[in-house]
């Protein structure tokens, strides 16, 4: 059986939220029927869009829901009224691919968001701006100072929009203190099925619809709603709160992990470490190893771990984000993303610690 190390691409299915799937599929009807069994479907969906705004410090009627964080990403990009959108150069696939001629912001070695660059970008009157920037990296876990990301933005007038899947069950979620104008989440981070997203907007941003039709979810995403989906991700959020105190106990897991690691390989480093990221996160080259040979080999010794983003229909490929944090092409092309999560044990990452110095044997050899 492998040890499953990759949960920043999808975290194990909750229990709870097994059950909230299973119910639902019980269900007949379609939410926006106005008899009986419609009326139970949509109470459904609901009762899920009040859990998940309780996640994330929002009000029911902020949430919009999605078919993926992708398409969630790309939702809360459509504010009105603003045509040029600023990113840092770190964000996901789903940001950077969703239109065409976004400027990039750089990072620091770190990983951080250069906001002197920001500002500069801006300029004096950024009404005409989006800027989008990740809450927390879901490759190295840098979490950027979004707060004071927002106050620059604000204050030249431009609007905020936070890509927090990565972040959503690990860092504490409020809309409000985050500053933001717009935020994004995935249900599968936090241990509800994949094929389910949201998008939270501020008090009185005014979005564009996604998927005219119908006029489900506020006339902005059009299409009968995935009830089943929707039922998991609401089950999955209402025990977010044990995701996120369970960080510490990742965070000294992750940390004995990566010492460790240091020791038998004096090349390697923790990518980002110098800086703040999640607890749950650990970017660590093997020189002289490809990254998808890596991949491979700990798969065959029992550990799943990934390289890069896991969002790319199988593809690896050099990450963008270690390239723009300037780290050598050697390392970009030898860095491997382990990730832990509640079902990580102490034997799980001192077992991958003992793969790792095998491989790493077999290399010198």
Same mark, same amino acid.
């Given at each position: 059986?492998?040890?499953?190390?990759?949960?920043?691409?999808?975290?194990?299915?909750?229990?709870?939220?097994?059950?909230?799937?299973?119910?639902?599929?019980?269900?007949?009807?379609?939410?926006?029927?106005?008899?009986?069994?419609?009326?139970?479907?949509?109470?459904?969906?609901?009762?899920?869009?009040?859990?998940?705004?309780?996640?994330?410090?929002?009000?029911?009627?902020?949430?919009?829901?999605?078919?993926?964080?992708?398409?969630?990403?790309?939702?809360?990009?459509?504010?009105?009224?603003?045509?040029?959108?600023?990113?840092?150069?770190?964000?996901?696939?789903?940001?950077?691919?969703?239109?065409?001629?976004?400027? /990039?912001?750089?990072?620091?070695?770190?990983?951080?968001?250069? @906001? &002197?660059?920001?500002?500069?970008? #801006? !300029? $004096? =009157? +950024?009404?005409?701006?989006?800027?989008?920037?990740?809450?927390?990296?879901?490759?190295?876990?840098?979490?950027?100072?979004?707060?004071?990301?927002?106050?620059?933005?604000?204050?030249?007038?431009?609007? /905020?929009?936070?890509?927090?899947?990565?972040?959503?069950?690990? @860092? &504490?979620?409020?809309?409000?203190? #985050? !500053? $933001? =104008? +717009?935020?994004?989440?995935?249900?599968?981070?936090?241990?509800?099925?994949?094929?389910?997203?949201?998008?939270?907007?501020?008090?009185?941003?005014?979005?564009?619809?996604?998927?005219?039709?119908?006029?489900?979810?506020?006339?902005?995403?059009?299409?009968?709603?995935? @009830?089943?989906?929707?039922?998991?991700?609401?089950? $999955?959020?209402?025990?977010?709160?044990?995701?996120?105190?369970?960080?510490?106990?990742?965070?000294?897991?992750?940390?004995?992990?990566?010492?460790?690691?240091?020791?038998?390989?004096?090349?390697?480093?923790?990518?980002?470490?110098?800086?703040?990221?999640?607890?749950?996160?650990?970017?660590?080259?093997?020189?002289?190893?490809?990254? $998808?040979?890596?991949?491979?080999?700990?798969?065959?010794?029992?550990?799943?771990?990934?390289?890069?983003?896991?969002?790319?229909?199988?593809?690896?490929?050099?990450?963008?984000?270690?390239?723009?944090?300037?780290?050598?092409?050697?390392?970009?092309?030898?860095?491997?993303?382990?990730?832990?999560?509640?079902?990580?044990?102490?034997?799980?990452?001192?077992?991958?610690?003992?793969?790792?110095?095998?491989?790493?044997?077999?290399?010198?050899?």
């Amino acid at each position: 059986m492998t040890v499953y190390l990759d949960h920043n691409a999808a975290a194990p299915l909750r229990p709870a939220a097994a059950a909230a799937v299973a119910a639902a599929m019980g269900l007949i009807g379609n939410p926006s029927s106005v008899h009986d069994h419609g009326r139970r479907a949509r109470r459904l969906i609901e009762d899920a869009r009040t859990a998940v705004a309780l996640s994330a410090g929002a009000r029911p009627a902020d949430v919009v829901f999605t078919g993926s964080g992708t398409e969630a990403c790309q939702l809360a990009l459509r504010i009105g009224g603003r045509t040029r959108l600023l990113a840092s150069a770190s964000e996901h696939a789903a940001v950077l691919q969703a239109p065409a001629g976004a400027r /990039l912001l750089p990072l620091n070695g770190d990983g951080i968001l250069d @906001l &002197a660059a920001l500002e500069a970008a #801006l !300029g $004096a =009157d +950024a009404r005409d701006a989006i800027v989008a920037v990740m809450l927390a990296n879901n490759e190295t876990g840098t979490v950027q100072p979004v707060r004071k990301i927002a106050e620059i933005v604000h204050r030249a007038g431009g609007a /905020l929009v936070v890509d927090a899947a990565q972040a959503y069950g690990k @860092l &504490a979620l409020d809309l409000n203190e #985050l !500053g $933001a =104008d +717009a935020v994004a989440v995935s249900a599968a981070k936090i241990g509800g099925p994949l094929g389910v997203g949201a998008a939270i907007f501020r008090l009185g941003v005014a979005p564009q619809g996604l998927i005219v039709g119908g006029g489900q979810e506020r006339g902005l995403r059009g299409g009968s709603e995935n @009830l089943i989906g929707i039922a998991g991700f609401g089950a $999955a959020a209402s025990e977010i709160d044990a995701s996120i105190a369970d960080q510490p106990r990742l965070k000294q897991l992750r940390d004995r992990m990566e010492r460790a690691i240091l020791m038998i390989d004096a090349e390697a480093v923790a990518i980002g470490g110098a800086g703040p990221r999640l607890a749950n996160t650990a970017a660590i080259p093997m020189h002289g190893v490809e990254a $998808a040979t890596q991949v491979m080999a700990f798969d065959l010794a029992g550990y799943a771990v990934s390289a890069g983003a896991a969002c790319s229909s199988g593809k690896v490929a050099a990450s963008h984000v270690l390239q723009a944090m300037g780290l050598p092409s050697p390392t970009v092309a030898a860095t491997i993303r382990i990730s832990l999560g509640l079902t990580t044990t102490a034997a799980d990452t001192a077992g991958f610690v003992e793969a790792w110095r095998t491989l790493y044997n077999r290399k010198r050899q």
